[in-house]
């Protein structure tokens, strides 16, 4: 596996190839949105902790011991838990669009989780996550010294794609049987028709001019119209 930055200063795009022969590209955070993300779950986290506190101090010194080991364990687990449950983002990341996985893309696993959050008493040092952010700034991949351990980079999520639209016409039932999977590549062709050139439209759509004894033009419409009625499209 090697991995590339690019050279250009204000981009944190970074160039993975994985052993497949296959490139990623992932855009590692900075320091400022990972602070802000850890802000935010450092809110939500002592909000809540704060009013636990409040209801189990009532309970004199055994609420308070209670208290203290939900205090260890939400210092400990609450980042584990959600970067392996949750797709490599705490409620902070994701406020931020922030998540982690490693440093060939793959989600986050336990033992890198446990590594990457049990170092942060490591990277706090000397004061306020000195160390970290010394070490983030010295590092192209802006890892702290929790993720050079783990093997792990703080990335952005990517956008949710938009789902694309079939074009708009008639909608006709096919006059013959289709599978599941026969249906789902019909949709296919019809969602990624407008993306392709009218000539290879038609080149496809000549493969089942057998079925629909139309050609060109005229059989790219055809199976669009069926497309429709497959999606759920009213004739």
Known sequence: MTLSVSPLPLDTLCHIEIPEGIE??????GPVARVLAWSVDSLIRYGALWGLFIVLAMLGAGGLGLWLIILFLAEWLY????????SGATPGKRTLGLKVVHVNGTPVDWPAALIRNLLRAVDFLPLLYGCGL??????????????LAAGTVVI?????????????????????????AEQQLLIDFAERSATLHPERQAELAD?????????????VERLCAYARWLAGEET
């Not at 980042?79 to 449950?85: D, G, R």
């Not at 010394?134 to 993720?147: E, K, S, Y």
């Not at 952005?156 to 599941?180: I, M, N, S, T, V």
Request: glycine share 6%; charged share 15%; hydrophobic share 45%.
């Open 207 to 219: 493969l089942l001019a057998c079925q629909t004894s139309l050609y060109g033009v005229v059989g």
């Open 134 to 147: 010394v070490a983030m700034v010295c590092n192209r991949r802006f890892q702290r010294l929790g993720d």
């Open 156 to 180: 952005y999520r990517d956008p949710p794609a938009a789902a694309p639209k079939l074009p708009p016409g008639p909608a006709l039932p096919p006059p013959f049987p289709l599978y599941a």
């Open 79 to 86: 980042p584990v838990l959600f970067e392996v449950y949750a």
């Open 24 to 29: 990623l590209s992932l855009r590692v955070a």
